[in-house]
C-alpha cells in the first residue's frame, strides 16, 4: 500500500496494477483513490471500464490500441474479469507489450499468484494485496474515525465493538457512522452506545450462542438460535459456523496447554487477540476429548441432515442441548 501511495503522491504511474486480497473496504479505497489520481477531470472519452465475467478480449486489446485524445492517459478499470483465475494468455502476452499512454487497473476478488495474468502483471506493474487487518490497526483506525468526530473511547469498549461488527472495515465503518449520529452533542462511545445501536453480525451472534451454551445456560442458547431462524438463517450456515467455533476453541486450548502465546493462538486461528481469550473462556467448561467429541458430533449431525435421517432445526438444536446441559 505504501508504494501504490507512493505512485498515487508523485504521479508516477506503472503501466498496469493487479489490486486483489480479501479486505474489501481497502481494496475500493485505494481503486478509487488510484483512477482519481490517473484521470482527475472523470474525463469520459479516456476511461472506460470492464466488469464481470465474459469480457471481450480482443476489444480490449483494440481498445488499447487507441490513442488518449487530448489526455496523458487512457485508463481502463477492470473488475472481477476471472482473468487471474482462468486461462487468458492472449491478455497476458499483451501486457508486456501495452503502449506508454496506456494505464490498466485490475481489481480481482479471486486470484491465482501461478496464473500467466498474475506473473506478467508482476513482471510489468504493481501488484498490491489488502489482507485483514490486524487488531491493533483496526482499533487504532476506527478511534481515529471516532476521534476527528470529537468522540473517545476505552480500548475494553473498542473491543466490544470489533466483537459486535467482526474485523471488515466497511462494516465497522458502517458501525462507527452510526455511534457519532447516535451519540451527537457527547464526546464519550459508551458500551451501553455500542449495545443499543450496534448490528450483530451473524457469526458473533452465533459466538453470543456458543458462550450460552459453555455457560450451561440452556434458554439463552435456544432464544438466541430461534433468534438466527427468526432472521432467516439457514440451519445448516449456523452449524457450520458453530462447528467453527468449537473447533476453535479446541485449538487455542490445545496450544495454550503447550505454552503457546496469545499472539500466536491468534496468528494460528485468523482471529484477533481478544477473540482468543474469548475462546479460551468457553472452552474452560470442557476438557480437550469432550470438545474433540463435540467436532465429531457436528460432522455426524450434518450427515444424518444430508441423508434425511434428521431435520435440520432440530440437530442444531439437539447439539446445543447436548453441550448446553449441566454435568
Partial sequence: MKNLQEDIKTGNFRRVYLLCGDEAYLKIQYKDKLIKALNPDDDTMNFSKYEGKGIEVREMIDLCETMPFFADYRVILVENSGFFKNKCDELADYIKTLPDYVRMVFVEEEVDKRSRMYKAVKAEGR??????????????????????????????DMEFLLTKTGTDMGNIRNELEKLITFTMGRDVVTAEDIEEICTTRTENKIFEMVRAVTEKNQRKALDLYNDLLTLREPPMRILFLLSKQFRQMTLAKKMSGEGAAQSEIASRLGVPSFAVRNLLTCARAYSTEELEQAEVDFVDSEEAVKTGRLQDVLSVELLIVKYSTGR
Fill in 127 to 156: 501488484i498490491v494485496e489488502f489482507a485483514k487487518q490486524d487488531e491493533k490497526t483496526l482499533m487504532r483506525w476506527a478511534a481515529g474515525i471516532l476521534g476527528r468526530e470529537g468522540r473517545k473511547i476505552t480500548t475494553r
